[in-house]
């Protein structure tokens, strides 16, 4: 499924890019360009990166939201 329209970036991509390290949002903008366009897709990101993360505890990003 489509997270971000404007960049064609799937939730599949988005979870394996947090996987490799990019645990912040200035991260997922900057390797996928995701939230880069229309913004529309920012908060669904942020969603999945809370979820990803608070689910691995391997991050502070949950913290820093
Ligand atoms: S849907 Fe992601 S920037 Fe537009």
């Known amino acids: ?6 960049q064609a970036v799937t939730s ?11 645990t912040t949002m200035k991260a ?4 996928l360009g ?3 366009c229309c913004g529309k897709c920012a908060r669904d990101v942020r969603s999945q990166l809370q979820q990803v993360c608070g689910n ?9 939201n």
Not at 28 to 31: D, K, N, Q, T, Y
């Open 34 to 36: 995701v939230a880069t």
């Open 56 to 64: 691995s505890g391997a991050c502070a990003c949950v913290a820093r």
């Open 12 to 22: 599949k991509q988005l979870a394996a890019t947090i996987a490799q390290g990019a």
């Open 28 to 31: 997922l903008r900057s390797e």
């Open 1 to 6: 499924m489509y997270v971000c329209i404007c």
